[in-house]
T-cell receptor, first 110, second 110 residues
């Protein structure tokens, strides 16, 4: 089955720094989502990005489907950005079951 | 915005109890999912449902059952709770392969 790998596994930043998180996937996909898991455990939708680039405030994401990777950019990081970031791809013949990467744990220090 | 609501954020149950975790979505989505999340193991699919009264086993269905009597509600049942089922449980619904998650239920079995 499809494999999803994220890097780096963890990241420590000073407030105000920029960062790039990477998601590689082993097979072609028609969809990809980025999530932020907050300290209370909820997965918050960041981007639904099967291809191309999207921006939402200080966050942006780019997926290059032909090269099987996606990038999440966080600019001018804030302490509230801390948490775990997941990318996930759906499996179409299993009702859209998501295959998750292992996550990147981000810690932003004041 | 889509809202997925799980009945409890924290739950403590005794070994052997029958436990019900409830999940309700408000957007008429056909697909609903139950995942559990454990340190080092990531998110794993327990069951999913693609319509009322329809269910499919995920990757780790043992010790669990589900019920979907109405489209908006998907229940996860632990027939006889065990300490190995102490975990974070996440419910999701999806439309067009875009998933939305509830706030999560942190279950402790003692």
């Amino acid at each position: 089955g499809i494999q999803v790998e994220q890097s780096p596994p963890d990241l420590i930043l000073q407030e105000g720094a920029n960062s790039t998180l990477r998601c590689n996937f082993s097979d072609s996909v028609n969809n990809l989502q980025w999530f932020h898991q907050n300290p209370w455990g909820q997965l918050i939708n960041l981007f639904y990005i099967p291809s191309g680039t999207k921006q939402n405030g200080r966050l942006s994401a780019t997926t290059v489907a032909t090269e099987r990777y996606s990038l999440l950019y966080i600019s001018s990081s804030q302490t509230t950005d801390s948490g775990v970031y997941f990318c996930a791809v759906p499996i179409y013949n299993q009702g859209g079951k998501l295959i998750f990467g292992q996550g990147t744990e981000l810690s932003v220090k004041p | 915005d889509v809202k997925v609501t799980q009945s409890s954020r924290y739950l403590v149950k005794r070994t052997g109890e029958k436990v019900f975790l409830e999940c309700v979505q408000d957007m008429d989505h056909e697909n609903m999912f139950w995942y559990r999340q454990d340190p080092g193991l990531g998110l794993r699919l327990i069951y999913f449902s693609y319509d009322v009264k329809m269910k499919e086993k995920g990757d780790i269905p043992e010790g669990y059952s589900v019920s979907r009597e109405k489209k908006e509600r998907f229940s996860l049942i632990l027939e006889s709770a065990s300490t190995s089922q102490t975990s974070m449980y996440l419910c999701a619904s999806s439309l067009n392969r875009k998933a939305f998650f509830g706030q999560g239920t942190r279950l402790t079995v003692v």
